[in-house]
């Protein structure tokens, strides 16, 4: 076995996965409430962007060739219904139509569609008496996903987990006049405690409970698979599995049983923990980053969803030159 391992030539010929900038999307949030972006304590590196600063953001990344990216709003204030998450002059929205106004079609925009963010009570769906209700929450999505492609969406991204979500959600598009507009979903979400950095960004813990009532459960890969192939035929173009590293035979499972795009996000708390190796340095980034998203890649994702995303592109841009 060794004759191929010889030299790197050899070793780049057999090479099974290539990584390269197209399959990546980069995470960008979008605060209301600062002027100008902003370190984020809990993603060391990564910086939270105002409606002014993401002009410059949006420009890194289309230099470095990366298709598209996932836009996550961070609302200036919370109500106890998360009305602020479809408001036409609503963060997202705003930033959706900067990116547009400045960019046409050269990036691809995804936005992600859940209310978590907006509702004082952190949960994915309307709380009423402590229950998280499911169809009511559909109307809610259904007004933030067409909010979002009047302002220009290419793709948008239910991630609560909500049933029937991608369902309504195609039909409200499709009813609004926006057939156009894809739908990448969360189709395989976990319930995982991979979350903490975003949560803790987003202020979205919720105020009682877990998201275990819609979340899937860590043990569940059959599970998992019928939530992807509900949400295929509801018309999801794309589906998401979430998170990434300690999931990879969920990626490999979905990959052998299904066709369609897969995508993998891998979370705040992956980032975090390379993060972490880097700074005590018992890690090189570079080499650690690469070998985590070529796993991500090996197990069958087509689209990495990642913080790191900008690094990744870099290094692959100094390697081919
Ligand atoms: C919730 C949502 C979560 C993430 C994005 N949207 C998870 C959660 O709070 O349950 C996680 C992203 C990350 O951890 O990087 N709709
Ligand atoms: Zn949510």
């Known amino acids: 076995m060794r004759r191929l391992r010889e030299s790197a030539p050899l070793r780049r010929l057999v090479q099974e996965i290539d990584l390269s900038s197209s399959s990546l999307v980069y995470p960008i949030f979008i605060d209301e409430g600062i002027k100008s972006s902003t370190g984020i304590t809990s993603l060391p590196g990564q910086k939270k962007q105002s409606l002014e ?27 106890s219904g998360g009305t602020n998450s479809y408001r036409k002059d609503g963060i997202l929205q705003r930033a959706v139509r900067v990116v547009r106004e400045n960019y046409g079609d050269s990036i691809s925009v995804i936005g992600d569609v859940c209310i978590c963010m907006y509702a004082s ?26 909010s979002q492609a009047e302002a220009g ?31 990448l979903s969360y189709a395989a979400k976990f319930s995982s405690n991979l979350y903490g950095p975003f949560r ?68 705040g708390a992956e ?9 005590e340095k018992l890690a090189n980034e570079r080499d650690i ?5 070529s796993s991500i890649k090996r197990a069958g994702a087509d689209i990495i969803i990642t913080y790191f995303a900008k690094d990744v592109a870099q290094w692959l841009e100094e390697s081919a030159t």
């Open 271 to 279: 980032y975090f923990m390379i993060k972490a190796l880097v700074k």
């Open 121 to 146: 009570h952190g949960h994915c769906g309307v709380v009423q008496d402590g229950m998280i209700l499911n169809d009511a929450t559909l109307e809610i999505l259904k007004k933030i996903a067409v």
């Open 200 to 267: 803790d960004i987003a202020k979205s813990t919720p105020s009682f409970g877990d998201r275990s009532s819609y979340q899937l459960s860590p043990s569940n890969l059959e599970e998992a698979m019928r939530e992807i192939q509900l949400d295929i035929q509801e018309g999801a173009d794309l589906v998401m599995v979430k998170p990434a590293m300690y999931y990879l035979d969920i990626l490999r499972e979905a990959r052998s049983r299904f066709k369609h795009p897969i995508a993998a996000f891998s979370v």
């Open 289 to 293: 980053v690469i070998e985590v998203l």
């Open 53 to 79: 600063s993401l002009r410059r953001e949006v420009d890194s990344v289309a230099s470095l060739d990366i298709p598209a990216v996932l836009l996550f709003g961070l609302p200036a204030k919370k109500t």
């Open 153 to 183: 969406i290419d793709i948008v991204a239910p991630s609560g987990m909500v049933d029937g979500q991608v369902g309504a959600i195609r039909r409200a598009l499709d009813d609004c006049g926006y057939p156009q507009v894809g739908i």
